[in-house]
């Protein structure tokens, strides 16, 4: 059990003892009661150690001072045997109600900023109506009704003025502090207790003329005491004292109760006394009540007068948070539309963005009886302007662009960005004619030239249309219009192509194989299958190409059909590589026994990939076939964005490891030759186109050119497709020195071609003509 409880229920106790003692043993534990007290206020200060000491400091003093009247009044009564004192005798009681007055004063920190005279309206309140009945009850039977027991009234009106001091500090102590720990309440309540043992006091000495409740008002004073002493033992009295004022503008329910009942207290009294009082003891009985009742009104006012201008200041204080709010719901609204903007509008050009027209696109197909029009467009060669002058350039273009489709869009309509270069064009209530006719402005607007940062360039755009209606769903009509511009693209892009049922098949079966690619990758499904490629002069074998074949589901599929698709979904780069290495393995023998090298055809894919150029020494490596052995061919298109720089490095490290390169499909490609002065090119491959056919003088020419910018740079030149022996002899007419095609051999498993190799000895002289025929 706690100390401070242990000393409560003590003192407590003896305080229920001591008011059936004699006058003597009464005084003797008034005075031990007093000293427990002061030396347990002391301890308390010393263990806890409050940030306010000088409270606690005023509390001791002043049980010291009624410890000290207490002897005095003992002594007096042993020498006289009565309880009247002299007047200076009453000095130290005197100062110990001063000193607790000065405790409560200090126990609450003013607030500087609030004035003076507002702190005690409240506590004012409350001690003008306890005054009235004071006046009444108390002080003015003292004064005028004179007693020869009742001692002198001057003493016993400043007892009571002190009182009330005491009355109104208690109040602002109890009313304005800003902790209600333990130790405020119990310092509070001893306080009001003293209070209460001097009214008990002075109401049985003013109406009897005699001390008669001595006994009661003694047991009071020891119960105040022992509350102060056990205030001061408990912890919480170490934050009780020196808080900061708290400003309570707005009255509780509970005090304004309080104060109703206080401001009757005065008109009350005043009326009891001329109904029931006859004759009236003096004047002064009821004039002091009316003046107090007066001064109770004052400080109501006063206190109503804070009230009202807490009241104005909060109303303007709202009206400033009301029109504040008011700017910031304005500016909440406008940040709002400003980040919806955001939300569906693209940052460069200002455009819809895919948010916006997926939204339109659900709107517009609420209408279940309209039909609508979607234009999807991309640009053709924006890549090669980023590439060229970089993405600012880019970036101006992209909103050239814009700028242009806008005239093209009625204000019904809605164009948006999708991303990169590609752009749509939304048309509500549209029919295929005008969807049609906007798709051919499109690609006329965008196909004239565009003056960007003091440059001209030009841009073409493939454009996707679809006319669609309800049920279809927005993600069905992108993908649709999408398939729309896959074609025109497909096409030969800058043209415009109109989504038909059969793109949506042919993207479904395109699905299907790219998924059938990767299990037969996962499986190694494929084979590799070659063709030899012939010295027209000896008919020795010089090289093999190396052609992928793979049956799906037991059927050969052409390479024609299923190698665009690996291409388009980047399974090109696995297959790739596993030719590349079978190839390899394969070539060796054959490389050993004749000399002969195998050529793999690689895609532009491939060469895009980080490191190609290891995975094809990694290759050569693993089947310990030197570089010389490998030739690779590449198309002419890949050639030309190579000459920008893109894969000149990389051909020239395989160049240096004696890998050779072959130009394959040549005399096809749209750009200028220059690329073969600047790019390490070993071989042409004539394109099939430019194989002679007959003895037209026309082709003969093309194909004479060709073996002769060959042999000019130093070149070697292999035609494809010979299938019969007159171009075969034509070519050797050209002196073109190598050929390949069905004439010599068609491709042959790896086994079967080994076996030709052996019984010819690595020669092929050809077929008759009647054996020659199909395609390669």
């Known amino acids: 059990m706690a100390g401070w409880r242990w000393y409560a229920g003590l003192g407590l106790g003896a305080v229920a003892a001591g008011g059936f003692l004699p006058v003597l043993a009464r005084q003797g534990l008034y005075t031990l009661i007093g000293v427990a007290a002061a030396i347990a206020v002391t301890a308390g200060v010393r263990r806890f150690r409050p940030a306010e000491r000088r409270s606690w400091a005023y509390f001791a003093a002043g049980l010291w001072c009624s410890v000290g009247a207490a002897v005095v009044y003992a002594v007096q009564y042993t020498i006289t045997g009565h309880s009247t004192t002299p007047g200076w005798k009453d000095l130290p009681y005197l100062a110990s109600y001063v000193c607790m007055a000065l405790g409560t004063l200090r126990w609450v920190r003013p607030d500087p900023a609030r004035p003076r005279a507002e702190r005690f309206i409240d506590s ?130 509970h005090r304004v109760w309080l104060y109703s009942v206080l401001a009757l207290v005065g008109p009350v009294v005043v009326i009891a006394m001329l109904l029931a009082v006859r004759p009236l003891p003096s004047r002064w009985w009821v004039l002091v009540p009316l003046a107090t009742s007066v001064v109770t009104s004052i400080l109501l006012i006063a206190r109503l007068s804070q009230l009202v201008r807490f009241a104005n200041r909060r109303v303007a204080e709202l009206d400033a948070h009301a029109v504040a709010l008011g ?69 101006a273009l992209l909103i050239e662009v814009a700028a242009r489709l806008v005239g093209v869009v009625a204000a019904s309509d809605t164009l948006a960005r999708l991303g990169g270069d590609e752009f749509a064009i939304l048309m509500e209530d549209a029919d295929a004619a005008r969807v049609t006719a906007a798709g051919r402005q499109v690609i006329d607007d965008i196909g004239q030239p565009f003056l960007v940062h003091e440059r001209e360039l030009s841009v073409t755009a493939s454009v996707g249309s679809l006319l669609f209606a309800a049920p279809t769903t927005p993600s069905e009509a992108l993908r649709n219009a999408d398939l729309a511009l896959y074609a025109a693209k497909e096409a030969g892009k800058n043209r415009l192509a109109a989504y038909e049922e059969r793109l949506a098949v042919e993207r479904t079966e395109h699905m299907r ?139 020239f490290r395989l160049r240096s490891e004696g890998v050779r390169i072959a130009v394959d499909d040549f005399g096809t490609g749209y750009s200028s030759l220059s690329y073969l002065r600047h790019l390490p090119v070993d071989i042409l491959k004539i394109d099939r186109a430019f ?67 052996t019984e010819s000895g690595g020669v092929l002289r050809g077929t008759t003509p009647s054996a020659a025929a199909g395609a390669p």
């Open 513 to 651: 194989i790219a998924a059938d690619l990767r299990r037969a990758i996962a499986n190694a499904e494929f084979t590799v299958n070659y063709q030899p490629v012939v010295d027209l002069a000896t008919g020795r074998v010089t090289a093999v190409e190396a052609l992928l074949r793979w049956s799906r589901g037991g059927v050969a599929v052409p390479p024609l059909e299923f190698v665009p698709i690996a291409e388009q979904y980047g399974l090109i780069v696995p297959i790739g590589a596993w030719v590349l290495r079978q190839a390899c393995r394969d070539a060796r023998a054959w490389y050993d026994r004749f000399g002969i090298s195998v050529t793999v055809n690689v895609s532009g894919r491939q060469l895009r990939e980080a490191d190609f150029a290891g995975t094809v020494i990694a290759a050569l490596d693993a089947a310990g076939l030197p570089g010389a052995a490998l030739i690779l061919e590449i198309t002419e298109t890949v050639l030309v964005s190579a000459e920008a720089g893109d894969v000149t490095e990389l051909l």
């Open 327 to 395: 700017e910031a719901l304005r500016e909440q609204d406008a940040l709002r539309q400003q980040l919806t903007h955001r939300a569906l509008h693209d940052a460069l050009t200002g455009l819809g963005n895919r948010a916006l027209l997926q939204e339109r696109l659900e709107h517009s197909l609420t209408r279940t009886h309209a039909t609508h029009g979607l234009l999807l467009l991309d640009l053709d060669g924006f890549k090669d302007v980023n590439d060229s002058y970089g993405h600012p350039t880019g970036d």
């Open 691 to 757: 194989t002679p056919g007959g003895e037209v003088a026309e082709e003969l020419a093309f194909t004479r050119a060709i073996v002769e910018l060959g042999n000019s740079l130093h070149l070697s030149s292999i035609a494809e497709a010979v299938e019969t022996p007159e171009q075969a002899e034509r070519l050797r007419q050209l002196d073109c020195p190598q050929a390949q095609g069905y004439h010599f051999s068609r491709p042959l498993p790896a086994a079967d071609l080994d076996a030709v190799l």
């Open 124 to 253: 004012g309140i409350v001690a003008s109506g306890v005054a009235v009945l004071a006046w009444t009850f108390i002080v003015h039977p003292l004064l005028f009704v004179r007693h020869a027991d009742a001692g002198p009234a001057i003493s016993h009106v400043t007892y009571i003025s002190i009182d009330l001091a005491l009355v109104v500090l208690t109040a602002r102590m109890m009313f304005t502090a800003s902790v209600r720990s333990p130790a405020h309440a119990l310092v509070s309540s001893a306080i009001t207790t003293v209070i209460a043992g001097d009214v008990v006091y002075y109401a049985a000495l003013a109406w009897t003329g005699r001390p008669g409740g001595d006994s009661a008002s003694t047991s009071l004073y020891l119960c105040a005491y022992t509350l102060i002493g056990t205030a001061a033992l408990h912890p919480s009295m170490a934050a009780a004292a020196g808080r900061p004022e708290r400003s309570q503008l707005v009255i509780p329910r």
